[in-house]
């Protein structure tokens, strides 16, 4: 064995004990630092591509949105001409056969009140909107017909005060579209308590959020499939604002208040929609869905959609295929393509920069370990001044009293970078596991479900992040041990000797 790594390992382990306990500090220290990065970086990236993962089951990857309102391709943008042909069916046509498109789907979107339509006497049940177990039935409680609200003595197509009134968007789909009502049917497959997800003729899904604005804490729920929801289109809502407007304007003075109290006014009528089901969404908590001509039908659009919804190969590349698209000119005058991480870029720019703090200031560790192991080094050096003199009175190089330290912090780096990767990586194997006994044994919540909406630690080791870690780690480690090292071997043999400072 060379004299430099005979030296190394003997003061790692003297003779009086099995190992030095400055070793241990040293190694510990080095150990948690890498094992505590690992772990935090591990995380954040799980949830970093945990959520992309999410949005990409809501929403497609590219979406195509008509800011121009420009809806047909005739001279005159005329909404009543039934024989007008509308852009969004040939750019749907040409993005269909496009390299890397995989699905392209129309949407319109309807800013709308809702309310519960009239109830029957055979609707009034009591039912929860999360229905209980098999095992637990429960029996409807059926309300007299006595106690039926009765209908709405106000303005015509105004709702019934009555009733609780909410507002939310509904998202106008083709039903006939296989892929999109694949997707959502997939997306909601396991949050739907009661009904399913169809939206042939006028039907109407919701969140349950929505559900429970509606109900407004009542025990009264309608049965999927046979109660209805009314729908106050856009229309009526303008005419509630003009409305306002008026009032507003009229203040304080008699005439115009009398005017405008006078004025007949007509509130366009409801549409009366069926409700399938409800869902449960923490995303959207707002968005419910209809039939994309029902859709038309309440916003008044005629044959107009919003926008088209474009599925690609890779979602990941939807900047590329935006490019594309309008290169290719299958992207109408007007229209502007938003990709999925344009749309939350917000968010994932706030995750990356989290990431990005997470290394610098765990970064921070690392340096620690290092001065952990320079303090060692000198410690050793303040111990073994007597035989590092001696060493050099009887033909030791420089070189070899530089080698002892160099190699004596490379064993220390070298143990403590493994002992930390195989801490790491057994705390983020189990890591659900120990997150349940501290929430269950210490009460603290740890990920609470309800703020970031996931039931478990993500977690994705990357293999960069890994040789980044415990590469720079290492490195550190061990050029912590060099500037002792030098100290050490520019002593004069007879100061070291005599243990002179």
């Not at 935090?40 to 999410?54: D, L």
């Not at 804490?217 to 729908?231: D, F």
């Not at 952990?372 to 111990?383: E, R």
Request: glycine share 8%; proline share 8%; aromatic share 8%.
């Amino acid at each position: 064995m060379k004299f430099s790594w005979f030296l190394a390992l003997r003061y790692l382990k003297p003779k009086r004990t099995f190992i030095s306990i400055i070793t241990v500090i040293s190694v510990l220290g080095v150990a948690l630092g890498v094992a505590v990065l690992l772990i935090v970086i591990a995380v954040m990236s799980g949830f970093e591509k945990r959520i992309k993962e999410e949005w990409l089951k809501v929403e497609p990857p590219l979406m195509l949105e008509d800011t121009s309102r420009q809806f047909f391709a005739s001279s005159s943008p005329d909404s009543s001409d039934e024989n007008a042909i509308p852009v969004w069916r040939s750019a749907l046509t040409g993005i269909l056969q496009h390299p890397g498109v995989t699905a392209c789907s129309p949407y319109i979107n309807v800013t709308s009140l809702m309310q519960f339509a009239a109830p029957k006497a055979a609707d009034i049940t009591s039912i929860d909107i999360n229905p209980p177990a098999p095992d637990s039935p429960s029996t409807p409680e059926t309300i007299p017909p006595d106690n039926i609200p009765e209908p709405d003595a106000g303005p015509q197509g105004a709702p019934d005060p009555e009733r609780p009134v909410t507002n939310g968007i509904l998202v106008g789909i083709d039903p006939d579209d296989a892929v999109q009502m694949e997707r959502l049917q997939n997306r909601f497959a396991e949050s739907f308590p009661v009904g399913n997800f169809d939206l042939a003729g006028t039907s109407v899904v919701l969140p349950v959020e929505v559900l429970e604005q509606l109900l407004n804490g009542s025990t009264l729920q309608p049965e999927p499939g046979s109660s209805a929801i009314n729908v106050f289109a856009p229309s009526y809502i303008n005419e509630v604002v003009r409305f306002s407007e008026e009032q507003r304007a009229a203040s304080g003075n008699a005439e115009k208040q009398k005017a405008a109290d006078s004025r007949e006014r007509s509130y366009p009528l409801p549409e009366e929609l069926t409700l399938n089901g409800w869902f449960s969404d923490d995303k959207q908590k707002s968005l419910g869905f209809i039939s994309l001509k029902t859709a038309q039908r309440l916003s008044g659009a005629g044959n107009a959609v919003d926008g088209l919804m474009v599925d690609i190969a890779d979602p990941f590349l939807a900047g590329e295929m935006a490019e594309s698209l309008t290169n290719a000119g299958l992207i109408p005058p007007g229209w502007r393509p938003v990709t999925w991480m344009e749309r939350h870029r917000e968010l994932f720019d706030a995750v990356a920069n989290e990431r990005g703090m997470m290394y610098i200031i765990l970064g921070i560790i690392s340096v620690v370990a290092a001065f952990c192991i320079m303090n060692t080094m000198i410690t050793v050096a303040v111990q073994k001044r007597r035989e590092i003199g001696m060493m050099r009175a009887l033909g030791a190089r420089t070189s070899h009293i530089v080698g002892v330290f160099v190699a004596n912090g490379l064993v220390i780096a070298a143990m403590g970078v493994g002992l930390g990767y195989g801490l790491g990586i057994t705390i983020l194997a189990y890591r659900n596991a120990i997150r349940s006994f501290i929430n269950d044994h210490f009460a603290w919540k740890i990920f609470d479900e309800r703020i970031y909406g996931l039931r478990e630690i993500p977690a994705e080791l990357r293999p960069v992040d890994t040789v980044i870690i415990c590469g720079l780690a290492f490195i550190l480690c061990s050029l912590a041990a060099v500037p002792p090292a030098l100290v050490v071997g520019r002593m004069a043999p007879a100061r070291a000797l005599r243990n002179d400072r």
